[in-house]
């Protein structure tokens, strides 16, 4: 079963692509150094589970959130997501008090 319809799917993939022009335009901007921010600060992500790895990491927990999500929904899922990565399920961290 499809999710979205072939029109829809154009529709998407054609906001994509103006979206990445837009992304193009604005890292030529900040490298001619006029911005105090070299980097485009808000990477692209497909979903909120996506965005919060992009934004706060740590890598892989996207997965995880799309997973917890479905079982509990996202308050619950934000819980638990915050016990598995002080637990060091998404790797170790110098000190937990960096976690925070």
Same mark, same amino acid.
């Given at each position: 079963m499809e999710l979205y319809s072939e029109e829809m799917k154009k *529709? $998407? =993939? *054609? &906001?994509?692509? =103006? #979206?990445? !022009? @837009? *992304?193009e335009i604005a890292k030529q901007a900040r490298a001619q150094g006029k911005d105090p921010v070299r980097g485009i600060e808000v990477p692209q992500a497909t979903d909120m589970a996506g965005r919060v790895e992009n934004l706060v990491g740590? !890598? +892989? /927990? @996207? %997965?995880? #959130?799309?997973e917890l999500v479905k079982e509990y929904?996202? %308050? &619950?899922?934000? &819980? !638990? /997501?915050v016990d598995e990565i002080i637990d060091g399920? $998404? +790797? !170790?961290? =110098?000190s937990k008090e960096k976690l925070a």
């Amino acid at each position: 079963m499809e999710l979205y319809s072939e029109e829809m799917k154009k *529709y $998407f =993939e *054609y &906001l994509q692509r =103006e #979206i990445d !022009k @837009a *992304y193009e335009i604005a890292k030529q901007a900040r490298a001619q150094g006029k911005d105090p921010v070299r980097g485009i600060e808000v990477p692209q992500a497909t979903d909120m589970a996506g965005r919060v790895e992009n934004l706060v990491g740590p !890598k +892989g /927990v @996207a %997965e995880r #959130i799309r997973e917890l999500v479905k079982e509990y929904g996202k %308050e &619950l899922a934000a &819980l !638990k /997501v915050v016990d598995e990565i002080i637990d060091g399920k $998404f +790797g !170790k961290f =110098e000190s937990k008090e960096k976690l925070a």
